[in-house]
Structures are given as structure tokens and as C-alpha cells.
């Protein structure tokens, strides 16, 4: 698919961008979490600031993202242990 132009409004900005076709939903939808995040934050603090705002909801994003990749490398370890015992299993089994 080849690129497109689509605008996308976070924090009462336009930002215009050139995406990938196939990609444009997905960007939408992380523009329109972001701008409900963004929502939240200032309906449950006293932040006005747009900048503030984004800044929080950046972090807690980032941290979500951080903790996303060390429980996968975690579950990514488990099954690669899992596949060593299994093997061992079968050497043993197949070498009798």
C-alpha cells in the first residue's frame, strides 16, 4: 500500500502526517486514546496545562509499553525453557 495524508488532532492540535495505508486506522485510534487519556487526566487533576497533560499521559503510556516488553521477554523466557526441557525429554526418550 502506498502512503497517504491524513491530519490527526491530539491535544487540540493538527499535526498533518504521511502514513502508510495500511496503517491509518491504527494511527487514528492511538490518536483518539491519547486525546480520551488526555480527557481523563484533566477531569481527575488540577492540570491545565497541555503540555502537563501530555507529558503525563506520554509516561504512562511509555511505562505500560515497559512493562508490556519485560512480561513478554519474561513469557518469552518461560517457553524457551519449556522448549529445553521438552527436547531433553525427547532425546531421552528416543535415545533408550
Do not use: W
Amino acid at each position: 500500500m502506498g502512503d497517504i495524508s491524513i491530519k490527526i488532532n491530539i491535544a487540540d492540535r493538527v499535526y498533518p502526517l504521511k502514513v502508510d495505508a495500511g496503517e491509518e486506522e491504527i494511527i487514528r485510534h492511538a490518536a483518539k486514546l491519547v486525546n480520551e487519556r488526555i480527557k481523563e487526566l484533566q477531569d481527575n487533576y488540577a492540570v491545565r496545562d497541555k503540555q502537563d497533560l501530555l507529558s503525563m499521559c506520554v509516561l504512562q503510556y511509555a511505562t505500560g509499553m515497559l512493562k508490556a516488553e519485560k512480561n513478554a521477554q519474561n513469557h518469552e523466557e518461560g517457553v524457551e525453557q519449556a522448549v529445553h526441557e521438552l527436547d531433553q525429554l525427547l532425546t531421552g526418550f528416543f535415545n533408550k
